[in-house]
């Protein structure tokens, strides 16, 4: 039998959805306001998306924003699996410990992680530029990678693996045509997060960013305080978009991995 929900759950779901999701929908309907005022609205335009593209300052917190997106989520997707695969094996005392300190970058507060790799880059005389935001995004996305591969390491088992080894299968055989295809849903899923996550980033960014690196959101940040103009809202939308859209691609890249029925195929 069936257990009906109380209404008052409901009326508080769609009164949670609307307070998440208002704000939201506010930005992306005033990025078309053909007014440069927030709260006139006078018409409907592309106009502030077609400025955008001709807005040297925005192009290149664009391409900082890219770079350091493309080139840490590399890093952290191979780091955070190899770390994953590496833990597998070990005593869950020692597994337990080690997962800990994987899991602190997600647990401290950002301007923590911020003022302290802040303080580590001055200790070792590195300049602040796009390579220290490189450092402080790879610290925080190999613990989302980690956590993601570890969850569909877990559900995949090792029957396979044994079976491979007594069909004569080495160890570098074992990983590529049994463990890999197996986990690679989670990397992909984790790689999508790591970046969505980089891209994002203002806190550990504005810490560690020098003169000539701002990105995406720290330049929306610069505007903002000059006060909240169409093209910053046009900006987020894109932003808002591109992240939603990652995250649905990554959500579903992992739930079609776990639907999928486990079977090898080996060419040996």
Request: hydrophobic share 50%; charged share 10%.
């Amino acid at each position: 039998m069936k257990s009906k929900s109380h209404p008052l759950l409901g009326i508080h779901s769609l009164l949670l959805m609307v307070f998440i999701y208002v704000p939201i929908a506010f930005i992306v309907i005033y990025s078309f306001n053909s007014s440069r005022l927030a709260a006139d609205w006078s018409g409907f335009t592309f106009d502030w998306y077609i400025s955008l593209f001709d807005n040297r300052h925005v192009m290149e917190a664009l391409s900082n924003s890219m770079i350091v997106a493309v080139t840490s989520t590399i890093v952290s997707t191979v780091l955070g699996t190899i770390a994953a695969l590496s833990m597998r094996n070990l005593s869950r005392r020692m597994k337990s410990g080690m997962g800990g300190l994987l899991y602190l970058p997600i647990i401290i507060p950002d301007i923590i992680m911020g003022l302290s790799l802040l303080v580590l880059f001055n200790q070792m005389h590195i300049p602040l530029g796009k390579l220290t935001i490189i450092i402080a995004h790879i610290t925080f996305s190999v613990s989302y990678v980690h956590v993601v591969v570890t969850t569909r390491l877990a559900g995949m088992g090792q029957q396979l693996e044994e079976a491979a080894n007594d069909l004569g299968a080495g160890p570098w055989q074992t990983f590529r045509y049994v463990t890999l295809p197996q986990i690679l849903p989670g990397i992909i899923s984790g790689a999508l997060i790591a970046f969505t996550l980089s891209l994002d980033d203002f806190m550990v960014s504005f810490f560690v960013s020098g003169p000539s690196s701002t990105t995406l959101p720290i330049y929306i940040y610069g505007q903002v305080k000059r006060g909240i103009s169409p093209e910053i809202n046009a900006l987020c939308t894109i932003l808002i978009l591109v992240s939603v859209t990652l995250i649905f691609i990554a959500q579903f890249v992992l739930n079609r991995g776990k639907g999928q029925k486990k079977q090898s195929v080996l060419p040996f």
